[in-house]
């Protein structure tokens, strides 16, 4: 079995993704969500001879800045990490619990 590599480093830790390559992501989901309002606009004065057709299409239009905006701001979720808790065990040993004799003087 033969590997060529290309050169990209390996990945060997399960830390999240650099500020920059959030915001990265975060702005070209941004910038597809806003280019598709035009468009839905312009199909929607393209279609205005069918009256349910471009209504349906500027109403589409209409959430789409609000919703770019929310995913845009959004960071991705954290991973689930496993917590190491402490965990008392109830053991009824660590206590005597056998009577003891009182000696009086």
């Given at each position: 079995?033969?590997?060529?590599?290309?050169?990209?480093?390996?990945?060997?830790?399960?830390?999240?993704?650099?500020?920059?390559d959030?915001?990265?992501?975060?702005?070209?989901k941004?910038?597809?969500?806003?280019?598709?309002?035009?468009?839905?606009?312009?199909?929607?004065?393209?279609?205005?001879?069918?009256?349910?057709?471009?209504?349906?299409?500027?109403?589409?239009?209409?959430?789409?800045?609000?919703?770019?905006?929310?995913?845009?701001?959004?960071?991705?979720?954290?991973?689930?990490?496993?917590?190491?808790?402490?965990?008392?065990?109830?053991?009824?040993?660590?206590?005597e619990?056998?009577?003891?004799?009182?000696?009086?003087?």
């Amino acid at each position: 079995m033969t590997t060529q590599r290309d050169g990209t480093p390996v990945l060997i830790t399960e830390a999240q993704q650099s500020y920059e390559d959030q915001l990265a992501t975060r702005k070209r989901k941004y910038m597809l969500m806003m280019s598709l309002r035009i468009p839905c606009l312009v199909a929607a004065a393209a279609c205005y001879q069918i009256p349910w057709l471009a209504i349906g299409l500027v109403l589409l239009s209409v959430p789409l800045p609000w919703m770019a905006v929310l995913i845009a701001n959004d960071r991705p979720p954290r991973k689930a990490e496993k917590v190491n808790r402490f965990r008392r065990v109830r053991d009824d040993t660590a206590i005597e619990s056998k009577q003891h004799p009182v000696i009086e003087g």
